[in-house]
C-alpha cells in the first residue's frame, strides 16, 4: 500500500519557532537509549485492543496533538509503532517533541526516521527540515545548516523557501548581515507572500541604517500579515511599531500615528504597545 508523504499538517508553525533553548549535551546512543518504545515503557490503555491498525493508532496520535494532549498523543503514535515500525511515525514523533521544546529528543527520532529510509523525496525533504529546526534551537548552527543545504541542492521541483529562511535566521543571529540579506532574497524568489521574510529585511535594513527599505519592507510585511489573524497578534505589533518607526524618519507624522494606534489595537499592554503609547505621548497634536 502507497504510503502518504511525510505532512505538515499540523506542523508548520512549529517548524518555524523561534525559541532558543540552551545547548544540551550530543543525542543519546540509539542502541541504548531509554527514549525507544520497548515492552517495558509501553503500558496499555483501556481500548488499545481496538486500535487494530498502525494507521488508525497514528491518525488517533494527531487529533490529540491537534487538541494538545500530548500524552495521549505520544501513546497513540507509540502504538503505531508497536503495529509497525516506520518512518512516518518516528517522524512524527520528533515532531512532538520539537512542539514540546525537547530537541534533543526530537533529533533522536528523527534521526531514527531518516535511518528507516523513508521512500519518498518530499519525506526526506521534511526530515532534514525538522532536524535543521531542532539543530537551530540548540544552536548546533553548522550542523543546522548542512540540513537546510541538502534540501537548497536537491534537484527537482521543490520549495526552498522554509531552507532559505531559516538559513537567514541562523545568519541573523551570528550576525552575518550580508549572508542573511542574500538568503532571504532567495526565500522571496521562492515565496514572495510570506510576511515574516519582509519583517526579517525590514530588521536588516534598519541595522544598516537604510530607513527607507525598511520602510518598505516593513510596509510589505503589514500588508502581508493583515490576512492572517493568529500572525497579526502574534508579530503584528512589532511590524507595526517598526513601520511606524521608519514612517517618524521620513517626517511623515499621521502615518506613523496610525502605525503606532494599530499596534495599540492588537496588544494594548504588549512590550511594542507600551513603547507605541510612549512614542505617540511625544508627538505633536494631529
Known amino acids: 500500500m502507497k504510503r502518504p508523504a511525510l505532512a505538515f499538517l499540523l506542523f508548520a508553525v512549529l517548524l518555524s519557532c523561534a ?4 545547548r544540551l549535551p550530543g543525542g543519546p546512543d540509539p542502541s541504548s537509549s531509554s527514549l525507544a518504545v ?3 515503557q509501553f503500558k496499555s490503555l483501556p481500548g488499545d485492543e481496538n486500535v487494530k491498525s498502525s494507521e488508525v493508532a497514528y491518525n488517533l496520535a494527531l487529533e490529540y496533538a491537534g487538541g494538545r494532549n500530548m500524552q495521549a498523543a505520544h501513546h497513540y503514535i507509540d502504538l503505531a509503532m508497536r503495529h509497525e515500525a516506520h518512518a512516518k511515525y518516528s517522524y512524527t ?6 512542539g514540546e521544546k525537547r530537541f534533543e529528543k526530537a533529533l533522536f527520532w528523527l534521526d531514527k526516521s531518516f535511518r528507516e529510509n523513508p521512500s519518498e523525496l518530499q519525506a526526506k525533504l521534511d526530515i532534514w527540515n525538522a532536524q535543521g529546526i531542532a539543530l537551530m534551537q540548540l544552536q548546533r548552527y553548522e550542523e543546522a545548516k ?7 541542492n536537491t534537484e527537482g521541483m521543490l520549495s526552498r523557501f522554509n531552507a532559505y529562511y531559516n538559513i537567514g535566521v541562523i545568519y541573523l543571529e551570528e550576525n552575518n548581515i550580508g549572508d542573511a540579506e542574500s538568503v532571504f532574497r532567495k526565500a522571496i524568489d ?3 507572500n510570506d510576511y515574516r521574510v519582509y519583517m526579517k529585511l525590514g530588521k536588516i535594513a534598519l541595522l544598516k541604517g537604510d530607513h527607507l527599505s525598511a520602510f518598505g519592507d516593513y510596509q510589505k510585511a503589514a500588508e502581508l500579515i493583515e490576512a492572517v489573524f493568529s500572525a497579526l497578534q502574534k508579530d503584528g505589533p512589532e511590524i507595526y ?4 518607526e521608519t ?10 500615528r496610525t502605525a503606532f494606534l494599530r499596534v495599540i489595537k492588537i496588544a494594548p499592554e504588549g512590550q511594542y504597545g507600551l513603547k507605541a503609547k510612549e512614542v505617540l505621548s511625544k508627538l505633536p497634536p494631529g
Do not use: H, M, P
Not at 548542512?146 to 537548497?152: A, D, H, L, P
Not at 511599531?241 to 511606524?244: E, F, Q
Not at 514612517?247 to 506613523?256: I, P, T, Y
Open 19 to 22: 525559541t532558543k533553548e540552551t
Open 38 to 40: 520497548s515492552d517495558e
Open 190 to 192: 521562492e515565496n514572495s
Open 247 to 256: 514612517l517618524l524618519k521620513q517626517g511623515k507624522l499621521e502615518e506613523a
Open 93 to 98: 514523533k520528533g515532531i512532538f517533541y520539537i
Open 241 to 244: 511599531y517598526y513601520l511606524g
Open 146 to 152: 548542512v540540513k537546510f543545504r541538502n534540501i537548497i
